[in-house]
């Protein structure tokens, strides 16, 4: 019963999160964007925040980014049902230009008043391997600034005894404009999570 008491808690905390307003990000967002997955997770992933679409739909990597995800997700032989994938930061932070809502990156006080639920979720699930997308997902898991270069690839031992990988954002991917290299990073990026789903197995 001690994942049936985690899923009851963890959908509690969940809720408690729609009404967030621990930082002003929630004055424009359309709603809070928690976690989701296995609360039995051995693999947890941590993104920046809502896209557009999320924000919408209020659920995590549902957008262009995380249809990358799931392709690389699929080629590293990982069930997305079988893991926990959330964000750092809760809510859509973006700029109105026109129509458009533009992707904005969170700022330091953002993530700290976010790392509240987040600390909620790895409590609660327990994942003993969690693998930061990106290097705002790294900022709110390791609590300080670090980059994706130096600590790609290599396992960082967490406070709660768990384990932590770095590797990019699979929106990097997004942007990328020659489709050589595009597909080269998008290998290296399913050999990041083939690699952390190895370990956490």
């Known amino acids: 019963m001690i994942g049936g008491n985690s899923a009851i808690a963890l959908d509690a905390v969940r809720e408690e999160a729609r009404g967030c307003t621990r930082c002003h990000l929630h004055e424009h967002a359309t709603q809070?964007?928690?976690?989701?997955?296995?609360?039995?997770?051995?693999l947890m992933?941590?993104?920046e925040q809502p896209g557009d679409q999320e924000d919408l739909a209020g659920r995590p990597f549902v957008g262009p980014a995380g249809r990358v995800l799931d392709r690389a997700l699929a080629e590293a032989g990982i069930d997305r049902a079988r893991i926990y994938v959330t964000n750092a930061v809760k809510h859509f932070k973006f700029q109105q230009r026109g129509k458009r809502r533009l992707h904005q990156k969170p700022i330091a006080p953002e993530i700290q008043a976010c790392r509240w639920w987040l600390?909620?979720?790895?409590m609660?699930?327990?994942a003993p391997l969690?693998?930061?997308l990106g290097a705002t997902a790294a900022r709110a898991l390791l609590g300080k600034v670090v980059t994706i270069g130096a600590t790609r690839g290599r396992a960082i031992p967490l406070d709660d005894?768990?384990?932590g990988w770095i590797t990019i954002h699979p929106s990097y991917l997004l942007r990328i404009d020659d489709k050589a290299d595009a597909e080269r990073?998008?290998?290296?990026f399913v050999e990041d999570l083939r690699a952390a789903w190895r370990r956490a197995a």
């Open 32 to 42: 809070t964007v928690f976690g989701e997955g296995s609360v039995d997770a051995r």
């Open 45 to 47: 992933l941590i993104g």
């Open 119 to 122: 600390d909620q979720e790895r």
């Open 124 to 126: 609660l699930v327990r």
């Open 130 to 132: 969690i693998v930061a």
């Open 161 to 163: 005894g768990g384990e």
């Open 185 to 188: 990073e998008f290998r290296r």
